[in-house]
Antibody, heavy 120, light 108 residues
Framework: EVQLVESGGGLVHRGGSLRLSCAASGFTFRSFAMGWVRQAPGKGLEWVSSISTETLRTDYADSVKGRFSISRDNSKNILFLQLSSLRADDSAEYFC?????????????WGQGTRVTVSS | SYELTQPPSVSVAPGKTARLTCGGNDIGTKSVHWYQRRPGQAPVQVISFDIDRPAGIPERFSGSNSGNTATLTITRVEAGDEADYYCQVWDSDSGRVIFGGGTRLTVL
């Protein structure tokens, strides 16, 4: 069974940093592209970032480019998202997602989410 | 930049058919994926690549995509189908993933 378990969320001051982690199990992690999707309170889903299997390609939403960094450790089956220069509008629930094999940005598995709250 | 348009809300009586639309310029040339988010739960993919139904998703859920509109159809709607539904595409050239604004399905 595919499991994605996020951690690292919490309360942080505006301008601060946070690192989110996603522990993956139940599948061959290194064979799948991965990503992060967020949902702010009362808003819709927003894609944040994606990373290819061997980190050859990373993509970011314009809203986070230059402030967030996605990475992965294939030896430990962990996906990361480093959040920096945080703003109030970064407050959201952040979901770790698995991409379908081949990396077509079709998210077939989702974690339960970790909440980030940026205080001013 | 590419945009997807979904109606904010759709209401349907139990046992009837719900059709949720997702509009985008020439969306028929892209692969569309659909997600369901029930309150308090993580999103779940209900349709991938326009028409594919992931394992565990009831046959009542189906998708289509042509021209400027993709559609998620839910037949014999049940109370448990009440949720927010999101369409999504990938612009492979830019690397960007685009979600629609979501449609809240209310079962009357």
């Amino acid at each position: 069974e595919v499991q994605l378990v996020e951690s690292g969320g919490g309360l942080v001051h505006r301008g601060g940093s946070l690192r989110l982690s996603c522990a993956a199990s139940g599948f061959t992690f290194r064979s799948f592209a991965m990503g992060w999707v967020r949902q702010a309170p009362g808003k819709g889903l927003e894609w944040v970032s994606s990373i290819s299997t061997e980190t050859l390609r990373t993509d970011y939403a314009d809203s986070v480019k230059g402030r967030f960094s996605i990475s992965r450790d294939n030896s430990k089956n962990i996906l990361f998202l480093q959040l920096s220069s945080l703003r109030a509008d970064d407050s959201a629930e952040y979901f770790c997602v698995r991409d379908t094999i081949g990396g077509s940005r079709s998210f077939d598995s989702w974690g339960q989410g970790t909440r980030v709250t940026v205080s001013s | 930049s590419y945009e997807l348009t979904q109606p904010p809300s759709v209401s349907v009586a139990p046992g009837k058919t719900a059709r949720l639309t997702c509009g985008g310029n020439d969306i028929g040339t892209k692969s569309v994926h659909w997600y369901q988010r029930r309150p308090g739960q993580a999103p779940v993919q209900v349709i991938s690549f326009d028409i594919d139904r992931p394992a565990g998703i009831p046959e009542r859920f189906s998708g289509s995509n042509s021209g400027n509109t993709a559609t998620l159809t839910i037949t014999r709607v049940e109370a448990g189908d009440e949720a927010d539904y999101y369409c999504q595409v990938w612009d492979s050239d830019s690397g960007r993933v685009i979600f629609g604004g979501g449609t809240r399905l209310t079962v009357l």
